[in-house]
């Protein structure tokens, strides 16, 4: 069973940082590519970034040198960290997971319940 629960959103300032977290069941961390989508009030849903199993990664252009994936497969949480952060990125962000390595697909699979982040000029 698919089970994806996210913490650590919350509001900042431009340029300020903020950590998201996903804890996952052992089936999920084992069987799907992990990442995360956004999506702000009235746009469209948008994959931010992926990891693969062995840690191979890929990232949306709008958030390359500032977004950071990670996981830690011992205890099972799938980690996005966010520097540098704009106003744009503002949006309910969701932990993903899904059969397709590609940001693209994030939104398409099993999903969380959202995290709410917020980033003020």
């Known amino acids: 069973q698919v089970q994806l629960v996210e913490s650590g959103g919350g509001s900042v300032q431009a340029g300020g940082s903020l950590r998201l977290s996903c804890a996952a069941s052992?089936?999920?961390?084992?069987?799907?590519?992990m990442g995360w989508f956004r999506q702000a009030p009235g746009k469209e849903r948008e994959g931010v970034a992926i990891?693969?199993?062995?840690?191979?990664?890929n990232y949306a252009d709008s958030v390359k040198g500032r977004f950071t994936i990670s996981k830690d497969n011992a205890k099972r949480i799938l980690y996005l960290q966010m520097n540098s952060l704009k106003p744009e990125d503002t949006a309910t962000y969701y932990c993903?997971?899904?059969?397709?390595?590609?940001?693209?697909?994030?939104?398409?699979?099993?999903r969380g319940q959202g995290t709410s982040v917020t980033v003020s000029s």
């Open positions: 993903a997971a899904t059969n397709v390595f590609a940001v693209w697909a994030l939104s398409t699979g099993n």
């Open positions: 052992a089936y999920t961390f084992g069987t799907y590519y």
């Open positions: 990891i693969d199993i062995d840690g191979s990664t």
